[in-house]
């Protein structure tokens, strides 16, 4: 079991400290405003002209909330992103950590929403909302001390309405969560139909089923906006809440001001610094909607981190290894004996699953699979039914599995001897482009990449449990070749109908 990343770590540490050290700079510009502002509006009234010294602190102060502003955003951001970059990774390593059989239950879809949707919601929570908490947790108190030193009856008067409206904040917001989690669950269901429509989309049309799928889509959406818009709402509303506490809040400083007869200058500068106060707690209104998001995206996340994985570590031999298989496998007893540098043919309807398991793709706890008499996995090579490949060129294609990448006249005579001379015969040869997953070759083309790719990247075992193998007319000629380029250890399975588990070993089929 996995956890999310940490937020302690070096580097995001120093990104917090500077934000907050940003929030102790812009409060103490703060004191400085508000000080320059009250001496400013008491010399205005007496009809004096202002001392150089208030327009030089004023003129500071500006300055530095500005530079302030700029460097936490800054570091904030940085924050943000670096959470990101750590979460997909810790994401990333897991979903590479499943069991094979365990990923192919899981959505493609699904899976791909944990890189959008809860990268997104960390990265505006620890890149934003957070860095917005810790400043305001500096300028608020700093802010609500400097009401007072400036008047205590003033500050006393006008943080009641601006209390009572963060207390009716607390108490609204406290279902927003539930909204995120609504919107999250249409979003995700709109994104996962889409990337599995798109892919057939012109067969679906062909079908005649573009108009029914559109309108499914327009529901969707329409669906997606009515959430949409309820939680921004909800949002909106609380920032409302806020700027009527503020308003409210004016309007009894004034009042008791007018009443008190207190000092014009000062009522000035208590307001000023009374709106200075309205900004960091809207952010804060900003930053709880963006917790509820991370919150959600959080247990989803935290949900796929939850799921055993499987510790694929292997040893290469530098040589063939024997490989033998032991135990109980749907009520039946399983003996698969390889021997050494040898071909083995594996046969029965569970055929394609005990490959699964000697290659290390799945694992079972009633299956012992030894290398040599060993646990240690040596370096094994798994061809299943589909092509594995990424974009690139044929020459990264063809050394996926190699460590260090063999030369240009290498990979060309391993391509070769597998019979995939028109593909080097094409224009760019080795640097022509490969789309993913080998759309654009043949089933016998991809096969043929993906044996010249295991004898490039020296694996000790091979494991072939392919329909592209069964369907290959050139079985034989294929394993001579293979044979001929490689000592390894190779395992055939091909399903068949039968009740029981049945291995041939031979040196050659």
């Known amino acids: ?113 944990r890189f959008v949707g809860d990268l997104s919601a960390a990265r505006l929570w620890f890149g934003r909302g957070l860095p917005d908490v810790l400043s305001a947790s500096v300028v608020l108190p700093a802010a609500v001390a400097i009401l007072f030193a400036l008047d205590p009856t003033l500050a006393t008067a006008g943080l009641i309405p601006l209390g009572a409206a963060l207390v009716v904040m607390v108490l609204a917001a406290w279902h927003l969560e539930r909204r995120h ?48 818009v309820a939680r921004r709402g909800r949002t909106a509303g609380l920032q409302a809440i806020l700027q009527i506490g503020v308003a409210l809040s004016g309007l009894t400083m004034l009042w008791l001001a007018s009443r008190n007869g207190i000092a014009p200058a000062t009522v000035a500068a208590s307001l000023s610094v009374l709106a200075l106060i309205a900004m960091p707690m809207q952010d804060l209104g900003s930053a709880w909607d963006k917790y509820c998001a991370w919150r959600v995206a959080r247990e989803k996340a935290q949900r796929l ?23 109980m496998y749907r009520g039946k007893p399983v003996k698969v004996d390889a021997n050494r540098g040898e071909v083995t043919k594996l046969t029965g309807a569970s055929s394609h699953t005990l490959a699964r398991l000697i290659a290390g793709l799945d694992a079972s706890n009633s299956v012992d699979v030894r290398f040599d008499g060993q646990a240690q996995r040596p370096r094994i090579a798994h061809i299943g039914d589909d092509h594995l490949g990424l974009q690139g060129s044929l020459r990264r294609s063809a050394t996926l599995m190699s460590r260090k990448r063999p030369t240009d006249k290498r990979i060309a005579q391993t391509l070769t001897a597998f019979g995939l001379e028109t593909l080097l015969s094409a224009p760019q040869g080795l640097d022509q482009r490969m ?37 290959e007319p050139d079985q034989n000629s294929l394993i001579e070749t293979l044979r001929g380029m490689t000592p390894a250890t190779i395992i055939i399975a091909q399903t068949a109908v039968s009740s029981t588990i049945a291995l041939d070993n031979e040196k050659a089929l």
């Open 1 to 113: 079991m996995s956890t999310s990343p940490t937020l302690a770590t070096r580097d995001r540490v120093i990104d917090a400290v500077l934000v907050v050290s940003c929030g102790i700079a812009q409060a103490a510009a703060l004191a400085v405003c508000a000080f320059a502002t009250r001496d400013a509006f008491a010399a205005l009234h007496t009809g004096g002209g202002l001392a150089i010294h208030t327009m030089l602190a004023l003129a500071a102060a500006g300055i530095v909330a500005a530079i302030c502003l700029l460097l936490s955003r800054r570091r904030a951001e940085s924050l943000g992103q670096s959470y990101a970059i750590a979460l997909r990774h810790a994401l990333y390593k897991q979903i590479a950590r499943l069991p094979k059989s365990r990923h192919d239950e899981r959505r493609v879809g699904a899976l791909s929403l």
């Open 181 to 228: 989690r609504k919107l999250r669950h249409r979003r995700a269901s709109i994104a996962i139909a889409m990337i599995e429509r798109i892919a057939i989309a012109p067969d679906l049309d062909l079908m005649g089923r573009t108009s029914r799928e559109l309108r499914a889509l327009d529901g969707q959406g329409a669906s997606l906006r009515d959430d949409a």
């Open 305 to 327: 981190l939850n799921e055993p994985v499987m510790r694929r570590r292997s040893r290469s031999k530098a040589g063939p290894v024997s490989v033998t298989l032991t135990g």
């Open 435 to 471: 789309s993913e997953n080998g759309k654009g070759l043949t089933a016998a083309q991809s096969l043929r990449l993906e044996l010249a790719r295991v004898v490039l990247g020296k694996c000790d075992v091979i494991v072939i449990a392919s329909s592209r193998w069964s369907a």
